[in-house]
């Protein structure tokens, strides 16, 4: 069965400073791989998906995210967040069968002093 | 493209009661999805059709909800009797083969 991990559920990281955020992820093959962000009270909005080829994905915001068979993982990363990133974000696994339905993580909620 | 719309944005009713969440997908898009999301469950799927044919409802909770889609461009979730605990917000999203999800904006439901 699929599931995902993601092990911190909060990070707090000052404004300027790089961010990395963690996703493990567990299925039968490799699946496909989103990363989502929600602000409060808000729907989700895609940052970046892999599907195949490239290992290293760039997504909206100056996101980028590295999928690592060998580790299971597909950590987001920033070099330099800003206030506004300040949110929740889900890594999600998607089915390889026609419905691609996904499967979320819990969830980080990443805080930014400034 | 107006995306995923979601009626309505807020929903507060009384235990016992019959609630109907409404979803209308992107045009195109012939995969429809409803989740639930809750402090305690994260984001939940409910349950998800294909060309308006339901296809795996393994993740409603009770047989209190149900969930249709009588056209493409409609589909409606439904909480009858409603239970506190049943309090969330409801997302529904769609797709298309070799599409992304769009997500709606959600539905906050209080049962009070």
């Known amino acids: 069965a699929q599931s995902v991990t993601q092990p911190d559920i909060h990070i707090t990281v000052s404004e300027g400073a790089s961010l990395e955020l963690r996703c493990n992820y567990s299925y039968g093959a490799t699946p496909y791989l989103f990363w989502y962000v929600q602000s409060p009270g808000q729907g989700l909005q895609l940052l970046l998906k892999y599907f195949s080829g490239d290992t290293l994905v760039q997504g909206i915001k100056g996101f980028e995210a590295e999928f690592k068979r060998s580790q299971s993982s597909f950590n987001l990363r920033k070099p330099s967040v800003h206030w506004s990133d300040a949110a929740e974000y889900f890594c999600a696994v998607g089915a390889r069968d026609s419905s691609y339905k996904l499967i979320f993580g819990s969830g980080t909620r990443l805080l930014v002093r400034p | 493209d107006a995306g995923v719309i979601q009626s309505p944005r807020h929903e507060v009713t009384e235990m016992g009661q019959e609630v109907t969440l409404r979803c209308k997908p992107i045009?195109?898009?012939?995969?429809l999805f409803w989740y639930r999301q809750t402090m305690m469950r994260g984001l939940e799927l409910l349950i998800y059709f294909n060309n308006n044919v339901p296809i795996d409802d393994s993740g409603m909770p009770e047989d209190r909800f149900s969930a249709k889609m009588p056209n493409a461009s409609f589909s409606t979730l439904k909480i009858q009797p409603s239970e506190p605990r049943d309090s969330a917000v409801y997302f529904c999203a769609s797709r298309s083969t070799g599409s992304g999800y769009t997500f709606g904006s959600g539905t906050r439901l209080t049962v009070v």
């Open positions: 045009s195109g898009h012939d995969y």
